[in-house]
């Protein structure tokens, strides 16, 4: 079946410019992570939701982050007014819906800003 | 808080000798751990996982882990190294008590496995 989706898989902005990234996770999965890869770093926990559950938002780096799940399915992260610091790529992950279960991975948004 | 240290940034085998990639966590209560693997242009894909049960966890690709709760620690292992390992492995931990979902990752683990 279909995997995790991201878009864009690349995105060049201006500083001080928003962008948005989208993930479409695998269908039927209720947990969704949005995490960051920046060069030559591990993954940075960004945010995860989890079926009709407050979202955890307790690794946004800052108020410029934000994201949202519609319909327990696609997701948005926002990023506002973009820092040169904000360069990384951000992947998306989603699982099924027990805190055991595995997460697979998007292929991520490498997003740079100029 | 949960946390997850991976000493070494890089390790180096040749092939056919054995490999151990090491991972030591932190959690307030009992741990959930994941090795991840991420190849050259490709995606972190799952190689393992610790949730409960037997201590050595066998998983993808010939690799196992090893659950060691004294030393809080989770290293990755293969008796015979391949070429085709040579990629990025991830260490992660969840707290099974507190974090629920919350995935904390270590920094990577860089191996190369040289002909």
């Known amino acids: 079946g279909a995997g995790v989706s991201q878009s864009p898989s690349n995105k060049v902005t201006e500083k001080g410019k928003d962008v948005e990234l989208r993930c479409d996770p695998i269908?039927?999965?209720?947990?969704l992570y949005w995490y960051r890869q920046s060069l030559g770093q591990g993954l940075e926990f960004l945010i995860y939701f989890q079926g009709n559950s407050a979202p955890d938002k307790s690794g946004l780096p800052s108020d410029r982050f934000s994201a949202e799940r519609t319909g327990g399915s696609v997701s948005t992260l926002t990023i506002q007014r973009t820092q040169q610091e904000d360069s990384a790529v951000y992947l998306c992950?989603?699982?099924?819906?027990?805190?055991?279960?595995?997460?697979?991975f998007g292929p991520g948004t490498r997003l740079t800003v100029l | 808080a949960q946390s997850v240290a991976q000493p070494e940034d890089q390790v180096n085998v040749a092939e056919g000798n054995p490999l151990t990639v090491k991972c030591t966590y932190s959690?307030?209560?009992?741990?959930?751990l994941f090795w991840y693997v991420q190849y050259p242009n490709r995606g972190l894909q799952f190689l393992l996982k610790?949730?409960?049960?037997?201590?050595l966890v066998k998983g993808s690709y010939g690799f196992e882990a090893e659950f060691n709760k004294s030393q809080t620690s989770f290293h990755l292992k293969k008796p015979s190294a391949l070429v085709s390992d040579s990629a990025l492995y991830f260490c992660?931990?969840?707290?099974?008590?507190?974090?629920?979902?919350?995935?904390?990752f270590g920094a990577g683990t860089r191996l190369f496995v040289k002909a």
């Open positions: 992660a931990v969840r707290d099974k008590n507190t974090g629920g979902f919350k995935t904390i």
């Open positions: 610790y949730i409960t049960g037997d201590n």
């Open positions: 269908s039927g999965h209720t947990a």
């Open positions: 992950a989603s699982s099924r819906y027990r805190d055991t279960d595995t997460q697979y």
């Open positions: 959690v307030s209560g009992n741990p959930y």
